[in-house]
DNA sequence: CGTGCCGTTGAACTTGCTCAAATCAGGTGG
DNA sequence: CCACCTGATTTGAGCAAGTTCAACGGCACG
């Protein structure tokens, strides 16, 4: 099971959109979604953060576009960076060439935490779309950090998130049947959208269904199959234009379909 | 495929072993072994971070047993702990109640970076043998390291550490057969013996077939079969003793029977 | 108007899971 | 000290989920 299975570097070309820097780019989807309770709160403490990182620091910004690289595995490390606009996959890879799509980053979040420790950056990262990246030399965000206890602490909360995310991936492949990781892989990009304000209810997906096989730990014909299959169950709706495109009309039957495919087998909790 | 699998509480009576603070404790093999070429350098890191931390703060020392809670998802996060002795397993349970091992920890390993950003405990993290934790208050680490900058860079490669070890943990669920990935987890706790300038020939699990085929994504009976295949091809042996003491004659033979099982698909690289 | 890549779908096959039975280790109580 | 009970482990047989292999259609690009 689980065959190691490509991540091909893309380099197609990519729509003609100027990223903005401030606002929150185009990420998946095509505009700014009026707020809703509370979706916004992360929203704006993205916001918060890259201003107060602003405010104590130089920053360099860096345009990118769909298949650029932000770092490569064995770099040496310097840099911290953070996503403006866009989004980001970060790849892992093992010493005999397997490797695994680990990470899936948008607006607010962080790159290259993994380097600290070891001086190099352990994984790739690269650019899905064309967004900004902000960058900071992790020496100078130090100085600032210890003089800034809420910079510190912004720091240490998004070393928190990625490791949380990167559990709840784990628990993900190894709990779930392919079709509700699809689905789970849906759902979490349709919420990531919306702490961003941005509208969720389509997702534009900007990585071959070989990327997501990887990425899930399953092969392409597996993701397209879980597609297909959402669509005859009407959890989610291909537009006319495209398979890449993808509607979710109703988030909750998206939840539903993954907690009643997780129930297949007898799982015995606890 | 991956279904749940169970990962039990443990109450077992453990052997009676008295911690020594400050020594090697006796995770998974009973002796100190003479250090080879650098395998003594990162245990002599970890003896480093820990004087380094008792110099500037106050601990709270706390002897655990096997079963043990450390602390449980949804808690309220106030402290980060390091293992000082024994070894803990970390769950990560989700709103359904699926759960899933999705790390194993060792001497002068960190504990509770998940709740950081929330607040709370993300993860239940429990002890698996007998052995001494160590915890201190986050607000009053902060302040330390603020005012201390290796304390802080000493942090932050530690959750950085945590972030590279999800990310490996994944890559190995996602590329690797049942047998390569049981062979890989022995070789890392192998490895993780090693760097701790403890003799790493031998393995004593203190986790069932259960909460192994749990941490690597399997059922107990595919753990069983790859260990008895294992042994079959004289990578590992069983002791006379039980079925839990493991082994390993050859670290170098276990690394090419992962290789040699890794290689089995057509892995096209790039 | 090819060529190449991407996505979809079908059919055969394989890996690993499920279910079941037998063995073994450890602890308990007589 | 031994019989017994319980839970862990092993092993086998059948099955199912997901992979592999292959063919086909569509779209973009030159």
């Known amino acids: 099971m689980h065959k190691a299975q ?7 070309r990519p729509r003609l959109l100027k990223a903005e820097p401030g606002t929150a780019g185009l ?3 095509q505009a700014i ?10 929203s704006d403490e993205i916001a918060r953060v890259l201003s107060l990182l602003l405010k104590h620091l130089p920053v360099r910004r860096r345009l990118v576009h769909a298949g650029d690289l932000i770092f490569e595995a064995g770099q040496p490390f310097n840099h911290l960076y953070v996503i403006n606009s866009g989004y980001v996959k970060v790849v892992n890879t093992a010493a005999d060439g397997r490797n695994q799509v680990v ?13 600290i420790a070891t001086g190099c950056y352990g994984c790739t990262a690269q650019a899905l779309e064309i967004g900004e990246i902000w960058a900071w030399r992790y020496d100078q965000l130090l100085s600032a950090a210890a003089a800034e206890p809420q910079l510190l602490h912004e720091l240490h ?8 995310r990167g559990r709840d991936a784990l628990l993900s492949v190894c709990t779930l049947p392919v079709a509700a990781r699809v689905a789970e892989f849906l759902r979490q990009w349709a919420e990531s959208l919306a702490a961003r304000g941005l509208r969720n209810d389509q997702i534009i997906l900007r990585m071959s269904r070989a990327e997501i096989g990887n990425y899930l730990g399953m092969t392409l014909e597996s ?7 959402l669509a005859r169950a009407r959890v989610i709706c291909f537009t006319e234009k495209g398979r890449r495109m993808i509607q979710i009309p109703d988030l909750q039957a998206l939840n539903d379909f993954i907690q009643a495919d997780a129930q297949a087998p007898g799982a015995i909790l606890q």
Chains 1, 2 share one sequence.
């Open 6 to 12: 490509e991540a091909l570097m893309i380099d197609a």
């Open 27 to 29: 990420s998946g989807a």
């Open 33 to 42: 979604y009026p707020r809703d309770k509370g979706a916004g709160a992360r």
């Open 103 to 115: 990470g899936l980053l948008f607006r607010g979040d962080w790159l290259g935490f993994d380097g």
């Open 157 to 164: 909360s998004e070393m928190s998130r990625a490791i949380t």
């Open 223 to 229: 993701v397209s199959r879980a597609l297909s299959s």
